[in-house]
C-alpha cells in the first residue's frame, strides 16, 4: 500500500509540473479579455477549456478511488449530491441547476454527440470550471492529484462508464480554420439563417429566438439558449476554437444540438466568426474585472494572513479588516463538519474568486486574493447556503479600508 500511494504522489508530482507548463494563447483568440489587460497590467489571455494542460492521469488505485470519494464528498456534494444525482443539499438554490452524474449528459466535450467524455475533458471541466455558473474553477483549491482523484469518482455514478460498448476514445477534430475576412463571415451569416440557429439564438444573438421560452434541459428547467452579445456567458470560456468545438459536439442533455454531421469543419468555423460579430462592447466599461482571470499564482505572495474558524455556526473573527490593494490570504478551518458536507467562505458581491467550499475540521481550506475595492462586505458559508434554515448566523463582515495614511488599522 505504501508503495502505491508514494507512486501516486510521484505521478502526482510529474502531474503538478505538467500543469504549470503555460500555454501561449492561439492568434485566432479573440481579444475579450483585453479591457482586463488594461485594468490588471500584464493579464495574459485567459486560457479556455480546451487549452488547459492536462496532467498525465494517475493510476486508478483502490487509494485513488477512496481519495476521490473524500474529495468529492468535501468539495462536490453539497453541490452534486453524496450519490451524483445532482440534489445536492444546495442544489435547489442554484441556476442552473449542478449536473446530476447519474443520468451521464455531459455537455463539455472533445467526444461526438451522445458520447461520454474522455478523462481529460472532465479534468478540463472539473479544473477550469463553467464560467457564468455556479461550477467553481478548482484549479487552485485542489492539487491535479486529488482533481484526477474526484474525476475517477464521478465516473463511478455511471455505469456506462465501465461499459465497454461505450466509445470514449474518438475525438471531434476541428479542422484548419480558414481565414477571417468579409467572406467567410458573410458566409457564416447565411449558414446562421440556414442552419436556423435563430430559433433559439434569435436574429440578433440575444438568446431571444422564437423558440427560446420553451427550451428546457435534462434537469427539467428552463435553459436560455446562450446571449452572444455577451463573452461573459460562454461556459467553455470565448474563444474560436471552443465555439467550434460547442457546434461539433453539442451540448448533451440541453437543445443545443450537435452539427458535425452537418456542416463542413470549414463551415463551422465561418459560423463561429460570424457569431463573434454579434458581440457588443459593453456601453459602460467594465468597472472592475473578476480577478478569476487572474492566475492564483500571479498573485505572489500575501500582504496579510488571516486564520478564520467557525465556531457554533458563527464565524471567527466575525470582522475581517484589510486595506485596499493588500493581497490577503484567508485560512478557513471549521470547528464541525456541517452536515458533513464542511463549511464555506465566500464574500458577498465582491470576487468569486474568493471562495472556499467544503472546509472541514482537520482540513483547513485556503483562498487568496486581491483586496481592490473599498468598502464593508458581508463574508457567508458558501457550502451551505447561509439560509436562515441552515446557517442563519453564518455571516461576517470584511472591510478594506482606503489606504489613506490618515486611516488607522488594526493590523
Ligand atoms: C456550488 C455548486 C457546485 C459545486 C461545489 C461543484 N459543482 Fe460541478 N457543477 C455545478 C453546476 C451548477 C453545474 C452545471 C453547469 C451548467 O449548467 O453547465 C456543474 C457541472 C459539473 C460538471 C458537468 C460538466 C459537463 O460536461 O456537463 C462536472 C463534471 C462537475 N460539475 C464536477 C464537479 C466536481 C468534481 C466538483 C467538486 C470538485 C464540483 N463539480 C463542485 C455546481 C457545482
Ligand atoms: C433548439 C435550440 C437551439 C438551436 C437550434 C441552436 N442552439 Fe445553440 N444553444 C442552445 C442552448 C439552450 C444553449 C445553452 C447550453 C448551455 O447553457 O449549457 C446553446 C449554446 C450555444 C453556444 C454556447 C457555447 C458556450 O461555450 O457556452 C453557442 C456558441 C451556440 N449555442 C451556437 C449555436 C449556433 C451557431 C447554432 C446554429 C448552428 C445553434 N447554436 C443552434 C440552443 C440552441
Not at 449536473?99 to 479534468?123: I, K, V
Not at 474518438?170 to 481565414?179: I, L
Amino acid at each position: 500500500m505504501t508503495k502505491l500511494i508514494s507512486l501516486w504522489t510521484a505521478a502526482a508530482l510529474i502531474g503538478t509540473t505538467a500543469g504549470c507548463e503555460r500555454k501561449v494563447a492561439a492568434p485566432i483568440e479573440t481579444t475579450a479579455s483585453e479591457p482586463l489587460r488594461a485594468l490588471t497590467g500584464s493579464v495574459p489571455a485567459k486560457a479556455t477549456w480546451s487549452d488547459l494542460a492536462v496532467p498525465p492521469e494517475p493510476a486508478v488505485t483502490p487509494a485513488l478511488l477512496a481519495r476521490g470519494k473524500q474529495v468529492y464528498e468535501q468539495n462536490c456534494a453539497a453541490c452534486h449530491g453524496t450519490n451524483g444525482d445532482g440534489q445536492g443539499l444546495c442544489s435547489a438554490f442554484l441556476i442552473p441547476r449542478p449536473r446530476s452524474f447519474t443520468q451521464a449528459h455531459f455537455r463539455f466535450r472533445s467526444t461526438p454527440s451522445g458520447h461520454l467524455p474522455t478523462d481529460s475533458d472532465l479534468f478540463r471541466t472539473v479544473s477550469a470550471g463553467l464560467a457564468g455558473t455556479p461550477m467553481p474553477p478548482w484549479r487552485n483549491r485542489l492539487s491535479n492529484a486529488d482533481a484526477w482523484a474526484v474525476v475517477e469518482h464521478v465516473k463511478t455514478f455511471s455505469p456506462r462508464f465501465t461499459d465497454p460498448k461505450e466509445d470514449r476514445q474518438t475525438v471531434v477534430q476541428s479542422g484548419a480554420p480558414p481565414p477571417r475576412d468579409p467572406g467567410t463571415i458573410a458566409t457564416g451569416k447565411a449558414l446562421y439563417t440556414k442552419m436556423g440557429c435563430f430559433n433559439c439564438h434569435g436574429e440578433l444573438g440575444q438568446g431571444n429566438g422564437p423558440s427560446a421560452n420553451s427550451l428546457t434541459d435534462d434537469s427539467g428547467q428552463h435553459i436560455q439558449a446562450r446571449d452572444f452579445t455577451k463573452p461573459s456567458g460562454f461556459k467553455a470560456g470565448y474563444a474560436t476554437r471552443e465555439i467550434v468545438r460547442g457546434f461539433l459536439t453539442g451540448f448533451d442533455g440541453t437543445p443545443m444540438p450537435s452539427y458535425n454531421e452537418l456542416m463542413s469543419k470549414e463551415d463551422s468555423w465561418k459560423l463561429a466568426y460570424y457569431v463573434e460579430t454579434l458581440v457588443k462592447t459593453p456601453v459602460v466599461p467594465i468597472a472592475r474585472a473578476s480577478q478569476s482571470f487572474l492566475e492564483y499564482e500571479q498573485l505572489g505572495a500575501p500582504d496579510l494572513r488571516v486564520t478564520l474558524t467557525e465556531r457554533a455556526w458563527k464565524y471567527d473573527p466575525p470582522e475581517i479588516r484589510v486595506k485596499r490593494g493588500q493581497i490577503v490570504e484567508i485560512t478557513f478551518e471549521p470547528t464541525d463538519n456541517g452536515l458533513g458536507a464542511g463549511h464555506g467562505f465566500a464574500i458577498s458581491s465582491y470576487d468569486e474568486v474568493a471562495f472556499i467550499n467544503g472546509a472541514m475540521v482537520g482540513v483547513p481550506k485556503t483562498v487568496k486574493f486581491r483586496a481592490d475595492r473599498a468598502g464593508r462586505f458581508t463574508f457567508y458559508c458558501a457550502t451551505q447556503c447561509s439560509t436562515d434554515k441552515l446557517h442563519p448566523l453564518m455571516n461576517g463582515t470584511l472591510i478594506v479600508e482606503d489606504a489613506a495614511p490618515a486611516t488607522a488599522s488594526t493590523h
